[in-house]
């Protein structure tokens, strides 16, 4: 079983729509939890973090961490084009030390207008 | 507000040949981090840096990559004796605390070796 699992998409949605991505891991070590958006071939973009299990909000996006299922959410809500990315789960333990990133394999979402 | 720069943007090289790609972290950043990412393939980590060791690696971060903080600004990655499935965009990243901070991404260096 892979460590980090996404579904690559791609993801084609309406403007002004719900997205919902998502993410199932299997190490129960980890307790930080990353969205991040790559637009083509730039940098990883840090969009929200989150500790442990519960919900994080920030505008228009709000992720969910369940621990107890090992499942991670990104909502976004009234998607705009410009949302149009690869969104990447990533993940690390909570010992410090040990803090190498597991990215999932990036989810390609298209916002049309 | 404050962000990781990397240079170059694109090298290309010949196989066997050396290549030492460049970082600036973020100014007050106490650990760095290489990645890279093969064309259509998972983000996969390659090593993390702090008080001027190595911290923690990956089985990819064999003899042939070093790591190096030569000034208090600059953070580099060497590839010794480059080949072919190294070409890969390789993307530093920085982060405060690392117990707790999360890390930040530079724009990456396409590395392609011929």
């Known amino acids: 079983q892979k460590e980090v699992e996404q579904d690559p998409g791609p993801l084609s949605v309406p403007e002004g729509a719900i997205v919902s991505l998502n993410c199932t891991y299997s190490?129960?070590?980890?307790?930080?939890f990353m969205w991040y958006r790559q637009y083509s071939r730039k940098g990883p973009e840090l969009l929200m973090y989150?500790?442990?299990?519960g919900n994080k909000e920030d505008g228009r996006f709000t992720a969910q961490v369940d621990k107890s299922s090992k499942y991670i959410s990104l909502f976004i809500r009234d998607s705009q084009p410009s949302d149009s990315a690869t969104y990447l789960c990533?993940?690390?333990?909570?010992?410090?030390?040990?803090?190498?990133?597991?990215f999932g394999q990036g989810t390609r979402l298209t916002i049309n207008p | 507000e404050p962000e990781v720069t990397q240079t170059p943007s694109h090298q290309v090289t010949q196989m066997g040949q050396e290549v030492i790609l460049r970082c600036v972290p973020i100014s007050n950043h106490l650990y760095f981090y290489w990645y890279r990412q093969i064309l259509g393939q998972k983000v996969e980590f390659l090593v993390s840096?702090?008080?001027?060791?190595?911290?923690?690696k990956s089985e990819i971060f064999d003899d042939q990559f070093s790591v190096e903080r030569p000034d208090g600004s600059n953070f580099t990655l060497k590839i010794r004796s480059t080949k072919l499935e190294d070409s890969a965009m390789y993307f530093c990243a920085s982060s405060d605390l690392g117990g707790v901070e999360t890390q930040y991404f530079g724009p990456g260096t396409r590395l392609l070796v011929l």
């Open positions: 989150t500790y442990s299990s």
């Open positions: 190490n129960s070590a980890f307790q930080y």
């Open positions: 990533a993940m690390r333990g909570g010992i410090q030390g040990a803090q190498k990133l597991v």
């Open positions: 840096f702090y008080n001027n060791e190595i911290s923690e």
